[in-house]
């Protein structure tokens, strides 16, 4: 069974950081994308970042450029997002993803496996 287990998730202060870890399982991902979304209240679900597993290629969303830098480490199969500088406008539950069919963009033809995500609240 497939898993992916999200942790780190928590309330931190604008200008503060946070470090999510994405915990897979379940079979091997080394021909898969890996990556978060985050969905805000009242907001529909957006990328925010994505590793190539394989190769390391990373891709952002220009909102978080700069602040955010996501790694995977092939030893214990995760995959981290290190959050700096945190604003309110972060604020939402971060999901994290692994899509196969990642050529044209990371989740552009569809998700293949969603975590069930962790809450992240950034206060100003």
């Known amino acids: 069974q497939v898993q992916l287990v999200e942790s780190g998730g928590g309330l931190v202060q604008a200008g503060g950081s946070l470090r999510l870890s994405c915990a897979a399982s379940?079979?091997?991902?080394?021909?898969?994308?890996m990556g978060w979304f985050r969905q805000a209240p009242g907001k529909e679900r957006e990328f925010v970042a994505a590793?190539?597993?394989?190769?390391?290629?990373?891709y952002y969303a220009d909102s978080v450029k700069g602040r955010f830098t996501i790694s995977r480490d092939n030893a214990k199969n995760t995959v981290a997002l290190q959050m700096n500088n945190l604003k309110p406008e972060d604020t939402a539950v971060y999901y994290c993803?692994?899509?196969?069919?990642?050529?044209?963009?990371?989740?552009?033809?569809?998700?293949?496996?969603w975590g069930k995500g962790t809450l992240v609240t950034v206060s100003s």
């Open positions: 993803a692994a899509d196969r069919d990642y050529g044209l963009g990371f989740g552009r033809n569809g998700i293949d496996y």
């Open positions: 590793i190539v597993w394989s190769a390391g290629s990373t």
């Open positions: 379940g079979r091997t991902f080394s021909s898969y994308a």
